[in-house]
């Protein structure tokens, strides 16, 4: 049933009741970590998917295959070498053996098997200001989709889009046609056990044998890893690594893993390649002495990434030159030498972020994200010295700040409650699933934060929505 035909009754949120219900027995609808008798929501409930027009859709569509289509030139520089300033930029701070991992034979041509980018929308189109290829969310979207699929609504990937392009892509790299598949979830990334735990149910009920586990319930053997289940022991054929490279030294049993699957006892995706985990291959897509090899190897898709892909800069904090400037950056409407320049200026003049590339705990999520406007001159420079002093270990990337759209979406706080909205920036996550070569959108999240947020993120008054095309 389509509910734009009058199928479903919204008057007082109908669809939000049975999000509500269905993520309530998912075991979703709870912050983790929160104390008995402080129960909290984890977000606010739409009444309805969030729309989106024929030809934001098929954007959206097109824009798997370009990012994919990016992911392999940036694998095939990084291996291929050759451009040696490409690939010390994506080794800072990474040990000498992760770097020998990524480039062994057995996996060069691995790419992550799921793709996020995070997408905003402007007056002017999507900007696209960063790319995940280790991202939370997908399992809360599956029940999400699920939910509103059973309230009515036709959503984009389809009410199981998110379990299935999961599928597709375990059986896409898996050599066994009845995979064992570990959802390795690390302490840093517990918040997601949730969804993780809840997905993995999810996949046993179609047949697909799945399971969340903590690093530290593995077992390692000579013939491969291990976990318990209710039925038995088994050896794990692929696992799914739902944790951050740069924390392997905190996680139990990292070494055996990584070890399993350089001996090709186990598959693990997202494979052991830090560098295609960095937020500055935006700023590589840019780089003037690169663009003919992204426009070779892309071919039309060069196209749609050039007017997608926010605009960023690596803040190296080495000399230039006295003939050189710093690629496409202007301060004051003129070019600059030295990063430490923008420490000073009006706050209209600092409508800048600042954030870690990849490769530290700061990196994950927005918790070392920096916005030049949102903060006093004062604490902008001391921003801007720590974000050049840890260059030489964990570099920091520039990007302008983006006005977004201003959009009205109606929600729910609570089962039965008022019909509410919100002015809101709304950011788009599609989340796409690789088999066989192609990137398929599973299913799209959107996040609407109150208009007076800087910061597009999930959070307990943020509504949170899964995607349908907008009727004509």
């Known amino acids: 049933m389509n509910v734009a035909q009058g199928g479903l009754d919204n008057t007082v949120g109908g669809a939000a009741d049975i999000v509500f219900g269905r993520i309530e027995s998912a075991g979703l609808w709870n912050i983790p970590g929160e104390q008995a008798g402080q129960r909290q929501r984890p977000h606010l409930i739409s009444t309805e998917p969030f729309p989106l027009s024929s030809s934001q859709l098929d954007q959206l569509q097109r824009l798997g295959d370009a990012l994919l ?67 939370g969310g997908f399992g809360h979207l599956d029940c999400l989709s699920a939910a509103y699929s059973e309230g009515g609504f036709d959503v984009i990937g389809g009410g199981r889009g998110i379990r299935d392009g999961f599928v597709g892509l375990i059986r896409d790299i898996s050599s066994d046609s009845n995979p064992v598949v570990a959802i390795v979830v690390s302490d840093e990334s517990k918040d997601y056990m949730h969804e993780m735990t809840y997905l993995a149910g999810e996949l046993r009920d179609i047949g697909l044998r799945a399971f969340a586990v903590k690093p530290a319930e593995i077992a390692f053997t000579e013939q491969g890893l291990y976990i318990e289940t209710p039925d038995g022991r088994l050896k ?63 071919g039309e898709r060069y196209d749609l990434l050039d007017e997608t892909l926010t605009n960023t800069y690596i803040m190296d904090n080495r000399p230039v030159p006295p003939s050189a400037q710093i690629c496409g950056f202007r301060w004051r409407n003129e070019p600059i030498r030295d990063w430490k320049a923008i420490k000073d200026g009006s706050q209209k003049q600092r409508r800048l972020v600042i954030k870690p590339s990849g490769f530290s705990p700061m990196a994950w999520g927005s918790r070392g994200v920096k916005i030049g406007h949102d903060m006093s001159g004062e604490n902008w420079a001391q921003a801007v010295d720590e974000a050049l002093e840890s260059f030489d270990f964990s570099p920091w990337v520039l990007q302008y700040y983006r006005d977004t759209s201003i959009i009205g979406v109606k929600y729910c706080n609570k089962p039965g409650g008022e019909v509410l909205e919100m002015r809101a920036r709304v950011r788009l996550c599609p989340y796409y699933f690789v088999a066989d070569g192609r990137a398929n959108l599973g299913g799209v999240l959107a996040t609407a934060c109150p208009q007076d947020k800087k910061l597009i993120h999930g959070m307990a008054d943020a509504v949170l929505a899964p995607c349908r095309l907008e009727e004509d």
């Open 236 to 298: 794990i054929d692929v696992a799914y690594r739902f944790f951050e490279l740069f924390d392997l030294l905190n996680i139990p049993k990292a070494e055996l893993i990584s070890y399993a699957a350089r001996k090709r006892l186990v598959t693990v995706t997202p494979p052991y390649k830090p560098f295609l985990e960095e937020k500055m291959l935006l700023a590589l897509f840019r780089h003037p002495a690169l663009e003919q090899h992204w426009r070779k190897a892309l």
């Open 69 to 135: 289509g990016f992911y392999s030139a940036v694998n095939d520089l990084y291996i291929r070498g050759g451009i040696d300033w490409f690939n010390e930029y994506l080794n800072i701070g990474k040990g000498e053996e992760l770097i020998r991992h990524a480039l062994m034979k057995n996996q060069r041509r691995a790419l992550p098997g799921i793709i996020r980018p995070d997408v905003l929308i402007t007056d002017e189109g999507f900007r696209i200001t960063e790319l995940d290829s280790v991202p």
